[in-house]
């Protein structure tokens, strides 16, 4: 007998001074954050969280939360590691915080659509549009649309309203939950080239899966458009899918870094996962006027 259909249901609610929504269909429950467009929680009912939120993640205005899905725009990481066409965009270098000027701004909530049981939230930051984010003057429309149905769907959609070109580094910087990072490894990265970060910036060659042992931050380069986490803990494989990337970041702060971390338990280094659906380094974009660009991230779950 099929189970009866159950419509799915969108409330705002308040997390500390965050406003956010909560949906929840027949299938999951997301929670998403207004700053930022932030996704903070995603899980299957009856599962184990797909999408990692750490136990002392601060909902404060202005501040990144810890976990979720943090957009980073209009540049990954250190703006001085990104490409010169990235690093020439920025009028004051000296200021330019980590991971872009979007995580930690009020984005503006466009619709909310339901449809077949899915629901679909659309944002927008209007400060991009009009050109008015710190020291980034250029007109570029950033939208980015979530939609939850049987599986996790993000698109980050950018076009350039300049009359000029634009050059912009991003990421989906996914983090996701693990029983035991320790018995976890990632399928579809064997034969490709990363950036050893922990190691200057060195480039290598992945052999087989990778499996984790000690802190890692590395920059996989020509990535392939999945890749699967498999959890023999949780038995159970966390599935990317990825369109408009070429790149991924593979990071766990292992046991000293997580010591120094914001917002990160001492032992939450063992519970998490990022795998951030990029565009870095040379698959950064660049975009001529009134071109348009989308970075996608599909996210579902299946049984070892």
Known sequence: MNEPFTAPQVERIEMGELPCW??????????VAEQGAQVLSYQRHGE???IWLSEQAEFRRGLSVRGGVPVCWPWFGDLAR??????AMREDHGSAPAHGEVRGRDWRLQDIAKENGAVTLTFDLPQSASGELPGWPHALDLTLAIRLDERLDLSLT???RSSYRVALSQALHTYLAVGDIREVGIEGLDGLRYIETLEDWDERHQRGILNFAGETDRIYLDTPPRLDLVDAGWKRRICLEASGSHSAIVWNPWIDKAARLSQFADDAWQ????????NVLDDAVELAPEQSATLALCLWSEPL
């Open 22 to 31: 909560r949906i929840k269909t027949a299938a999951a429950e997301l929670l």
């Open 48 to 50: 184990q969280p797909l």
């Open 82 to 87: 990104n490409p010169a066409g990235v690093r």
């Open 158 to 160: 950018t076009r350039n």
């Open 271 to 278: 519970r998490m996962l990022c795998i951030e659906t990029a």
